[in-house]
Nanobody, 117 residues
Framework: QVQLVESGGGLVQAGGSLRLSCSTP????????MGWYRQAPGQQREQVAT???????NYTDSVKGRFSISRDTVKRTVYLQMRNLKPEDTAVYYC???????????WGQGTQVTVSS
């Protein structure tokens, strides 16, 4: 079982910034592809940003130019820097860790991000 601990969510005004963190104590962190997903009330969970073990990144169109995903192998942490937040970014944000070759796929508990207009 992979433990993912998220932090950094909160309430912010439109145009503001937040940085989410997702940490794990496990030693296989460097082998994991990491990602951030979000789920707004009444909507399906959607992929926001991903970063592979090789540091390749991908973003959903609605956050390109505003969000940035990064990872720190020493700290075993993945970050999501969110800038110029919009009310439509309001959702519960979930951290994901996966290693397809080993059929591993884990989720954090989620952290609430609320953007007021």
């Amino acid at each position: 079982q992979v433990q993912l601990v998220e932090s950094g969510g909160g309430l912010v005004q439109a145009g503001g910034s937040l940085r989410l963190s997702c940490s794990t104590p496990i030693s296989i962190f460097s082998f994991l592809d990491m990602g951030w997903y979000r789920q707004a009330p009444g909507q399906q969970r959607e992929q926001v940003a991903t970063i592979t073990r090789d540091f390749d990144t991908n973003y959903t169109d609605s956050v390109k130019g505003r969000f940035s995903i990064s990872r720190d192998t020493v700290k075993r942490t993945v970050y999501l820097q969110m800038r110029n937040l919009k009310p439509e970014d309001t959702a519960v944000y979930y951290c994901n860790a996966r290693w397809d070759a080993q059929r591993l796929n884990y989720w954090g508990q989620g952290t609430q991000v609320t953007v007021s207009s």
